[in-house]
């Protein structure tokens, strides 16, 4: 699970480290784009871990609009489609 642990990593130093102001918000596409990266080359057994979270995230019961639209781009983005 070291792809899935060295993405995590990566998470927390962006968001320990990132710079205020206007710089930021492409510090942030292009840390998102990274991530992403990273996570499409997971072993199959990280996917399902990935796809188990994504799963209780949805099944915690928010259910606003950004973020189910967010976990539906993230489906996209690491699996090529809406598998979890």
């Known amino acids: 699970m070291s792809i899935l642990a060295d993405a995590v990593i990566e998470a927390i130093v962006y968001i320990s480290t990132a710079p205020a102001g ?22 199959p057994e990280e996917k399902e871990a990935l796809k188990a ?23 996209s983005d690491i699996f090529g489609d809406k598998s979890a």
């Open 22 to 43: 206007a710089e930021r918000e492409d510090a942030d596409a292009r840390a998102l784009e990274s991530l992403v990266l990273t996570l499409q080359d997971c072993e």
């Open 53 to 75: 979270a994504l799963l209780r995230i949805r099944s915690a019961g928010r259910n606003d609009r950004d973020l189910l639209d967010t976990l539906e781009a993230i489906e």
